[in-house]
C-alpha cells in the first residue's frame, strides 16, 4: 500500500500532512518537478518580491517536517505519464512507479504568453520566476505589468510601496474586475492611482518591442511605453498536458467527482488548481486557483481516503480568496452574487468596508471585505450557517 | 509509549506572525478566534485532547502564514 502524490506545491503537501494526521500510517511518496526548498506560493508576489523574507522565510514544508512525517520525498521528477490499468506514473527521466492511490496535484502555470520570451520578461508562479524578478527590478522599480489580475495587482502594489511607479495594464476598466465588483475596483483603482501606479485600463497590448531589459510596451490606443522590466499577470492554466493518454476526463482540469476522485478510475484523486471537483450544490464542475481551496480540498480526501470523514458527504466548501495591496487586507468569502448588493463602509472614508451580496433566496451569498476581521469571521459564518444576508448586512452596519 | 503514559496536547500562537486569514476560526471555531481591534488570533483554550488532535491540526494547517503549532506534553 503506497500512496503517490504528484505535486509538491499547497495541494501536495497538505495533502501528506493530512493523511498523517488522520492517521495513515503506511508510504507516503510525494514526487516534484522542481529541485531545492519546498516554498509556499502567496507571499512571491508580495513579501518576498519587496525583499522583506527571503524563501527560508516561506517554506511549505522543512526538511524537518518530511522527516517527522516519514515522507518519501522525491524531486526533481517531472511526471509525463499515467497508466490508470497498470496503476504506473512515469517520469521524464524515464522512471516508473506504482501506486495503490494516487493524487494528482500538479497545480497550474502561467498561460502562455502571445509574446516571444525575452531578457526581462517575467511571469510570477514560481520561486525562479520570483528570483528572475526580482533581480530584473534591482536597476530600479520600473515595470510595466500586463494583467491587472490579483497577481498584477499585487506586484504593481509591492513596487509603488518600494517607491516605483510601475504601468498597470488591463483590457478590462477595473483592476480584478474577473474577481471583484465593480465597486470594490473602483477602491482599488483609487488606492492604486493615489499610489502612484500609472494605470492604463480599456488597454490591451499590440507589441512588446526591445530585448534584454530595454523594451517598448505599444498599447492598443497608440501609446508607448519604455521600461526594463515586464511583467506577465495572464492567469494560469493546469498542468494536465501530461494526463493526454491517460484516459482521465480532462477538461480545463481533471474532472472529478463531488468527492475529488478522477471520474471513471479507481484510486485517483485530483486536487487543487489541476481538479475541476464536481460541485453538487451548483451541479457543474468548478476549478479553484485559491490557496484554501486546495488546503480543504486536501483535508478532505485526506479524511476520505481514511475513511475519518464519517460518511460526511462530498467535498463542499465556502471559496474564500485573500489579496494584501499597501495596507489594505482583502477577502472575499463565498462566490454566489446577484444584482442586489449592499455596501457597508469604505476602506478609503471609514478604515474598512464591505459589500454584501445575497443569493437568489436572500441568503449569505458573498462577502468582499476590506481591513474588518470582524466582517470578515462574521460573513465566514453566515456562509456556513446560510444567514439571511440582510441579518450580516444590519450587524455590520451597528459595528461599522 | 507506555500505557500509562498520558498525553495530551497545547495550542501555541505566534501572535505577531497572524495576519487575520481566519481559516482557524472556520476550521475550529471552538479554540480560536479573532480579536475584534487587532484582527489577530486569539486561542480560546489552549488544551487539546487526544481525540480533538486531527480537528485541531486540521485548523493549524489551514493557517496560510504557519503562525500555529501544536505541541505535545507527555505526563
Known amino acids: 500500500m503506497n500512496i503517490t502524490i504528484i505535486g509538491t506545491s499547497v495541494a501536495g503537501v497538505k495533502a501528506a500532512q493530512a493523511l498523517r494526521a488522520q492517521g495513515y500510517d503506511q508510504q507516503i511518496t510525494i514526487f516534484g518537478s522542481e529541485t531545492g526548498p519546498i516554498y509556499d506560493k502567496p507571499a512571491l508576489s508580495k513579501e518576498f518580491l519587496r525583499g522583506e523574507i527571503e524563501v527560508e522565510g516561506n517554506l511549505l514544508l522543512s526538511d524537518e517536517d518530511v522527516c517527522s512525517l516519514d515522507l518519501d520525498l522525491r524531486q526533481g521528477h517531472r511526471a509525463v505519464g499515467l497508466d490508470t490499468e497498470s496503476r504506473t506514473v512515469t517520469f521524464d527521466n524515464g522512471e516508473t512507479w506504482g501506486y495503490t492511490i494516487l493524487i494528482i496535484a500538479t497545480g497550474a502555470r502561467s498561460r502562455t504568453p502571445l509574446w516571444e520570451p525575452r531578457e526581462g520578461m517575467h511571469e510570477l508562479r514560481t520561486l525562479e520566476d520570483a528570483h528572475g524578478l526580482r533581480r530584473s527590478l534591482e536597476s530600479g522599480d520600473d515595470a510595466v505589468i500586463i494583467g491587472a489580475g490579483f497577481i498584477g495587482s499585487e506586484v504593481a502594489a509591492s513596487l509603488a510601496t518600494r517607491g516605483g511607479r510601475p504601468y498597470l495594464v488591463d483590457p478590462l476598466s477595473l483592476p480584478m474586475q474577473r474577481g471583484l465588483d465593480d465597486h470594490t475596483g473602483t477602491w482599488y483603482r483609487d488606492r492604486h492611482e493615489a499610489e502612484g501606479v500609472r494605470l492604463r485600463l480599456n488597454a490591451g497590448v499590440d507589441v512588446i518591442r526591445g530585448t534584454d531589459n530595454d523594451f517598448e510596451v505599444v498599447l492598443s490606443d497608440g501609446q508607448i511605453l519604455p521600461t526594463s522590466t515586464v511583467v506577465l499577470g495572464l492567469g494560469a492554466q493546469p498542468n494536465v498536458e501530461w494526463l493526454a493518454s491517460s484516459g482521465l476526463t480532462i477538461d480545463d482540469g481533471v474532472v472529478t467527482d463531488g468527492y475529488c476522485q478522477a471520474i471513471g478510475v479507481e484510486n485517483v484523486y485530483a486536487i487543487g488548481d489541476v481538479a475541476r471537483v464536481h460541485s453538487p450544490k451548483s451541479g457543474r464542475a468548478v476549478r479553484s486557483e485559491h490557496w484554501t481551496n486546495a488546503v480543504d480540498q486536501a483535508g478532505f480526501i485526506a479524511r476520505h481516503i481514511t475513511g475519518t470523514d464519517r460518511g460526511g458527504g462530498p467535498f463542499a466548501s465556502v471559496p474564500y480568496v485573500w489579496s494584501d495591496q499597501f495596507d489594505w487586507k482583502m477577502q472575499i468569502v463565498g462566490d454566489v452574487a446577484g444584482e442586489q448588493r449592499h455596501v457597508i463602509g469604505s476602506p478609503a472614508q471609514h478604515r474598512r468596508g464591505a459589500v454584501v451580496y445575497p443569493d437568489s433566496e436572500g441568503r449569505f451569498g458573498r462577502s468582499i471585505i476590506v481591513n474588518w476581521p470582524r466582517a470578515l469571521i462574521m460573513s465566514r459564518k453566515a456562509a456556513a450557517a446560510g444567514t439571511p444576508a440582510r441579518e450580516l448586512v444590519a450587524a455590520l452596519e451597528e459595528i461599522l | ?75
Do not use: W
Not at chain 2, 482557524?24 to 480560546?44: I, T
Not at chain 2, 488544551?47 to 491540526?57: L, T
Open chain 2, 1 to 75: 509509549m507506555s500505557d500509562e503514559e498520558q498525553v495530551s496536547y497545547k495550542i501555541k500562537a505566534d501572535v505577531p506572525s497572524c495576519e487575520g486569514y481566519a481559516n482557524c476560526v472556520v476550521a475550529a471555531p471552538e479554540y480560536f478566534d479573532l480579536d475584534d481591534d487587532s484582527g489577530l488570533v486569539v486561542v480560546l483554550q489552549d488544551d487539546v485532547s487526544p481525540d480533538q488532535k486531527a480537528h485541531v491540526e486540521n485548523a493549524i494547517r489551514s493557517c496560510p502564514v504557519a503562525a500555529l503549532r501544536l505541541d505535545t506534553i507527555r505526563e
